[in-house]
């Protein structure tokens, strides 16, 4: 089991609970490696855990009958997603694939009830991780129809470094440039002009491994 000190560390929401609740989720965590290519969840999955990732990159994505894969969102660092199916208690409805390899974090499904029914930080918490969820993807499909592919790739990349979702983030991820255009929706070749008309305009340095933002609420608003 997880340590105290590395349990706060780790766990961002953890902070904003008081001490019991803190040790019931602590102890209903447990950790796992995947490697890249690899699924964490396929869709009609039961999920067992409420998932944060605590290293690498995965998407949430799903295939279409005619064989296209589509991405939903990209899932970085300090990212926790799967809430809905454990609050509906319904099969997964979507694909999580491994880009790279990643450790991701499990809340045991009996601790993450638990915590919805005792604790009020954690459901407000919840709250705040799913309004802002909400508004990421009806955003998406704004974009998706109005946006040419270098805005695309900065929305896709600001989505990314959402400060709520992804906390502990910070201003650098490791991802390379098929990474990007599977998650904006473009090619490589695209994405790799995208991210140098990015970087020309102020918004982001590329660097050897991965992207550093600039600007993240330039970055959000622009369309070109």
């Given at each position: 089991m997880i340590g105290q000190e590395q349990f706060l560390a780790t766990i961002f929401w953890a902070r904003e609970l008081p001490p019991d609740e803190q040790e019931?989720?602590?102890r209903g965590l447990s950790f796992r490696n995947l490697d890249a290519g690899s699924y964490l969840i396929h869709r009609g999955d039961r999920v067992e855990s409420w998932i944060g990732v605590v290293s690498g990159l995965m998407r949430l994505g799903s295939v279409t009958t005619s064989g296209k894969a589509v991405t939903y969102a990209g899932l970085p660092p300090s990212n926790w997603f799967g809430e809905g199916s454990l609050l509906k208690d319904e099969?997964?409805?979507?694909?999580?694939l491994v880009l790279r390899r990643t450790q991701v974090a499990l809340l045991n499904r009996a601790s993450f009830h638990w915590l919805c029914d005792n604790s009020v930080a954690f459901n407000k918490l919840l709250l705040r991780l799913l309004n802002e969820r909400i508004g990421q993807f009806i955003?998406?499909?704004e974009h998706d129809r109005t946006l040419h592919s270098t805005a695309k790739v900065a929305r896709s990349l600001a989505w990314l470094f959402n400060p709520v979702l992804s906390p502990f983030l910070g201003n650098h991820l490791d991802i390379n440039q098929e990474e990007i255009g599977l998650l904006a929706g473009v090619?490589?070749?695209v994405?790799?002009?995208a991210l140098q008309e990015l970087e020309q305009a102020g918004l982001i340095q590329n660097e050897h491994g991965g992207v550093r933002v600039r600007d993240l609420d330039r970055l959000r608003r622009y369309d070109g």
């Open positions: 019931r989720a602590r099969p997964r409805q979507y694909d999580v955003a998406s499909v090619s490589r070749p994405a790799n002009r």
